[in-house]
């Protein structure tokens, strides 16, 4: 497993990023980097689109951010 770039830590107002996918588990996605702030300390995971399809919901695992896809 590879740590996820944090996109949204040099820009939090980022609304589009390219990626590379380096993991499917599912309806769960990681990528290589993310613009996506996950769930944690009380904060809701962002949601939207990646590549045409509706992110509900963006988890921590370990050092990696998986986007769970509709």
């Not at 290589?32 to 939207?48: C, I, N, S, V, W």
Request: charged share 25%.
């Amino acid at each position: 497993m590879v740590d996820t770039v944090k996109l949204f830590n040099e820009d939090p107002y980022l609304v589009s990023f390219k990626g590379t996918v380096v993991k499917v588990d599912g309806n769960a996605v990681e990528l290589d980097r993310t613009a996506f702030y996950p769930e944690g300390g009380g904060q809701l995971g962002d949601t939207g689109v990646l590549g045409g399809v509706r992110v509900v919901d963006t988890q921590k695992d370990n050092g990696a951010i998986q986007h769970i896809l509709e």
